[in-house]
């Protein structure tokens, strides 16, 4: 009696069926099968590519060489230059007074924590025999590090209060011409102002208007603060009213025609769209209110690294030069950190950006 063997061929849709075939043949269709095992050829998986560690060492390599040179020609020509204090300090002169600026700050810090340890060791004495205790605030002069504290503070308020004022009326300039119009010439004049000029007249106002003996803040740090916000403030606004102006139409007519309120039109469509423009004003105004700052510290000597460049001028020592240079480069290298945090700010606000 013949076998007749029964094939099985695949469906359409995976499964098998069941197809006549011929006696004592048999016709069998086999799909390949995916291996689940690792394959030999794989190559090894790196958490960041080769290729990208390259490109970077590359791009790092053309600014790196720069300072190099930068360093070698200024350790160069340095001696060669004779000033009423001496020769021009080179690199190592001028990273040894910063060295020693630390350690300054270092030892100021031990004597505070000593003045405070001996104070309440006379506190507990006085309550022990049943006197009067009496708590002093240290009275030390404030270090270089001091004063890099007391400038960062400055600046942030000063800008704090710059882009509170300059973002909102930048949105009005760009949603309403009228307005734009009418508060354009004061910007214009306005913008190119000095922050010497400035100076005199805020430290009158707020002499003034702080008539508090002891006030919740020092005169001094609101002079400089206000003086800051006055000169950094006008490019927030410009930018963030040509962002606000530049928006696209259609967007506003979709707005109109979904009837949405004044406050949901501003945080759905305009906040998002002119977001570029506020963050790259923010940046300008940023690095102006730094240099401002400064330029503010040592003409009205308010505590901060601009009053510490003037006294190291008027000191006069041998080691005032090289000081004074640590802390320009000091000055320079907050200015670019300053900087690169504001555009990180940015990246990571316009990377939830809506529209």
Known sequence: ???????????????????????????????????????????????????????????????????LAFLALWAALAPQVDTSLGSLPGPVEVSAQGVSLFEEWSAAQDQKAEFYAAQDARNEAAIASGGETRNFEYSGSPTFLDQIWTSLATVALGFFLATIIAVPLGLICGLSKTFNAAINPIVQIMKPVSPLAWLPIVTMVISATMTDPDPTLPKSFVISAIVVMLC????????????????????????????????????????????????????????????????????????????????????????????????????????????????????????????
């Open 1 to 67: 009696m013949a076998t007749v063997i029964v094939d099985k061929v695949h469906s359409d849709n995976g499964g098998v069926s069941p197809a006549k075939g011929k006696a004592g043949v048999s016709n069998v269709s086999v799909d390949p099968v995916p291996s689940t095992k690792p394959s030999l050829k794989a190559g090894k998986s790196w958490p960041i590519e080769p290729k990208k560690i390259l490109a970077w060492l590359k791009g790092l390599a053309a600014p790196t060489i720069g300072i």
């Open 232 to 355: 950094s403030l006008w490019s927030t606004l410009i930018n963030t009213a040509i962002g606000a102006a530049s928006i696209d139409k259609d967007l506003m007519n979709v707005g109109k025609v979904l009837r949405l309120g004044w406050f949901a039109k501003l945080t759905r469509l305009v906040l998002p769209s002119a977001l570029p423009y506020i963050f790259t004003g923010m940046r300008l105004s940023l690095g102006v209110g730094w240099m401002v700052l400064i330029a503010a510290e040592m003409l009205a000597q308010n505590p901060g690294l601009g009053k510490f460049v003037w006294d190291e001028f008027q000191n006069g020592s041998s080691q005032s030069l090289a000081r004074i240079m640590f802390a320009v480069i000091v000055i320079g290298l907050i200015g670019f950190l300053l900087d690169r945090i504001m555009m990180l700010l940015q990246n990571f606000a316009s990377r939830n950006r809506t529209v």
